[in-house]
């Protein structure tokens, strides 16, 4: 009997095992809830060079980027992290938060405030 895999599973499954082996960016906390005015840090933990990863808001559209100033905070804690901090959340901040690392690959996670 010869078994049939749908070439997108097969396809996901591999890109899954290769995102595992070069180290693809990860977000924590994974689910995070908030109340309006609290300041909050989001985590991004890679196996590369933590400089390289940039930010985004609702998506990786160049528009979206995040930049250190004002409210926002990015921070590079050696060797793995780069941390993302917003001072007195606000109700227009519930979106997700994205790490992007070149063409590596990315994490995100949604706030919800």
Do not use: H
């Amino acid at each position: 009997m010869i078994l049939k895999v749908p070439v997108v599973v097969l396809f996901v499954f591999l890109v899954q095992q290769i995102q595992d082996v070069i180290g693809v960016p990860s977000i924590l906390p994974a689910e995070p809830k908030y109340l309006v005015g609290e300041d909050i840090s989001i985590t991004c933990t890679t196996d590369n060079d933590p400089n390289d990863i940039e930010w985004y808001k609702g998506s990786t559209d160049p528009a979206n980027q995040l930049m250190d100033g004002g409210r926002i905070g990015i921070e590079v804690n050696m060797p793995d992290q780069s941390i993302l901090s917003i001072s007195g959340l606000i109700l227009a901040d519930s979106d997700p938060y994205i790490c992007k690392q070149g063409e590596i690959g990315r994490a995100s996670c949604r706030e919800r405030v």
